[in-house]
């Protein structure tokens, strides 16, 4: 499956923006059979976790970061993983990168490494 993600943009300090991530070259089954997640990566910062989802949607978790401020979610009838990003900061400022891997399992995983799927980044900047 590849992805794409898009919806990034530049806000000021406390909008919003929504990320999407949609996936395709595969089926409703594939994709549906995909742990997902959200990184980030800021210049000359390595690569961090941000948010990630069970195949149902049904388990999401979230860095500290962004607790309270960012909801992943997913419609699997579209193929598309969702970012909503409220209360931005400047330091939110990064490349958003989606990411999947074939699981059904419900645990967290909030590493690159854990990823095999990745799709090309869309930018975020916050700044006034």
């Known amino acids: 499956v590849q992805l794409q993600a898009s919806g990034g943009g530049l806000v000021q300090p406390g909008e919003s923006l929504r990320l999407s991530c949609v996936g395709s070259g595969g089926t409703f089954t594939t994709f549906t059979a995909l742990y997902m997640g959200w990184f980030r990566q800021a210049a000359g910062k390595e690569r961090e976790f941000v948010a990630s989802i069970n195949w149902s949607g049904g388990y999401t978790y979230v860095s500290d970061s962004t607790k309270g401020r960012f909801t992943i979610s997913r419609d699997n009838r579209q193929n598309t993983l969702y970012l909503e990003m409220n209360s931005l900061k400047p330091e939110d400022t990064a490349l958003y990168f989606c990411?999947?891997?074939?699981?059904?399992?419900?645990?967290?995983?909030?590493?690159?490494?854990?990823?095999?799927?990745w799709g090309p980044g869309t930018l975020v900047t916050v700044s006034s």
């Open positions: 990411a999947a891997r074939e699981s059904f399992s419900n645990d967290q995983y909030n590493t690159p490494e854990d990823y095999t799927n």
